[in-house]
């Protein structure tokens, strides 16, 4: 909780009336525990989980993407396996007014980005994972670590 309270206050975020948590994952433990943590934070907030196709997110000031999937740290991100879905909430926020809390949850990792932001982030995303992949790829490290003749 901590943890989520800094990123939230570095990042600005005014406490927010609505908060919707998208359902991301069927584990059980993700919904209560994100639940608890926003309520702990801002009591008065409605909170509650949301379908990205409900449409109830772009109605929120604070919507929180839980990304609970494994990923080999700190090589490949978790989030890089999420764009599709992203870009597809950067998409259903529309000209959204509010915040969205990227959670890494297994890393216990958040970012904090503006609605408007999001789909800049998704793309910074897809930067950092191409340039992942190709500094992985051996013959450039070797191309690199050859001393020049």
Known sequence: MI????????????????????????????FPDLRAEMLDLFPQADV????????????ADLVVVPLVEGGDFPGQDVA?????????VAGSLGRSRG?????????RQADVVPAAGLRAYAARLA??????????????LRALLEPRR
Do not use: N
Not at 48 to 59: F, H, P, V, Y
Not at 127 to 140: G, T
């Open 3 to 30: 943890y989520l309270e800094h990123c939230l206050r570095q990042a600005r975020v005014p406490p927010p009336r609505v908060v919707r948590i998208l359902k991301t994952s069927d584990e059980a433990w993700v």
């Open 48 to 59: 509650r989980e949301a379908r990205l196709d409900d449409g109830s997110a772009s109605e």
């Open 80 to 88: 890089y396996g999420a764009l599709p879905l992203l870009r597809a």
């Open 99 to 107: 915040h969205v809390l990227v959670w890494r949850a297994r890393w």
């Open 127 to 140: 930067w950092e994972r191409r340039l992942s992949r190709r500094l992985a790829d051996p013959s450039l």
